[in-house]
């Protein structure tokens, strides 16, 4: 971890739960930032599901438990809000205009206080209920019956919440007042499906193992992934294999003779991007 701490100073309040809220408020703690995480009464339901990640993802930040809908919940959480310099939030707006967190109304009483807002899609769907899976979905990015086995476009918000983050609170630095930025999460696994929607990784794509140097290949035991994209990997492979055409069937041969583990060291040995596929 850096010992450059940029946000050192800086306090933040989350109300986010699950997961990319969450994530991009560890990165802004990991850099130095004050973060205080609002629970509601059942908690966190990511502590129940994947305690591990739960812990992981939330050490070092003061856990409130607040019912913003009970008596003295906002009240409780106005006082938090009242010396921080951002509010992050994983709530649909009309869910956070319910609760008097709408923009119109944070402003006015904080007029120092940047939110940023994670949604699902972007205005004027903004209240549109989705999930990481209904995202990746509707952009291609799905190979039924299979489940993904990551959470993309969580992940990617994450990442992008974090940025969006720390643009705020670079401008809170600098002294300008409070201001709103929306980071919708389907936008960020259309950042996400660009290489499909470009047509390089889909059925006849470039890089969809149509390319003999980019594929996915079978071993004596498992399954390698080969990745001499560039010329000088694709023509060192070439002459190490001392194949005087690279095809995915010359290729396919040749990577049956050894084990995974085998083929992987020689790469190594070599210079040529190669991995073992993990099961």
Known sequence: MSEFKPLQG???????????GPLAAKRWTDLGATVI?????????MSIYC???????NKGQPIHTINLKGSGGKE???????????????????A?????????????????????????????????AGHDLTYMAALGLLS?????????????????????????????????KGQQTLVALSEAAEYMAQPLTYKLTNETGLLAGTLPEYALYKS???????????????????????????TNLAIS??????????WVTWAKERDIPMAAVKS
């Not at 305690?51 to 993802?57: E, L, N, Q, R, S």
């Not at 959480?77 to 009309?94: F, I, K, M, V």
């Not at 041969?253 to 085998?262: D, F, G, N, P």
């Open 10 to 20: 800086m306090r933040i309040v989350t109300l986010a739960l699950n997961v990319p």
């Open 37 to 45: 995480k609002v629970e509601p009464l059942g908690g966190d339901p």
């Open 51 to 57: 305690k591990d990640w739960y812990k992981d993802i």
């Open 76 to 94: 409780s959480l106005d006082n938090l809000l009242e010396h921080s310099d951002l509010l992050l939030t994983a709530q649909r707006p009309a």
């Open 96 to 128: 956070l205009e319910r609760l008097g967190l709408d923009w119109p109304t944070l402003t006015k009483k904080h007029p120092q206080l940047n939110h940023l807002a994670i949604v699902g899609y972007p205005a004027p769907n903004e209240n549109e």
């Open 144 to 176: 039924p019956p299979k489940m993904p086995k990551t959470l993309m476009a969580d992940m990617a918000g994450a990442e992008r919440a974090a940025f969006e983050g720390m643009a705020l609170l670079m401008g809170r630095k600098a002294g300008q």
């Open 220 to 246: 004596r035991d498992g399954w390698i992934a080969l990745a001499a994209l560039e010329t000088h990997f694709s023509a060192r492979l070439k002459v190490a294999l001392n194949l005087s055409e690279l």
């Open 253 to 262: 041969e040749k990577l049956k003779e050894r084990t995974a583990a085998q």
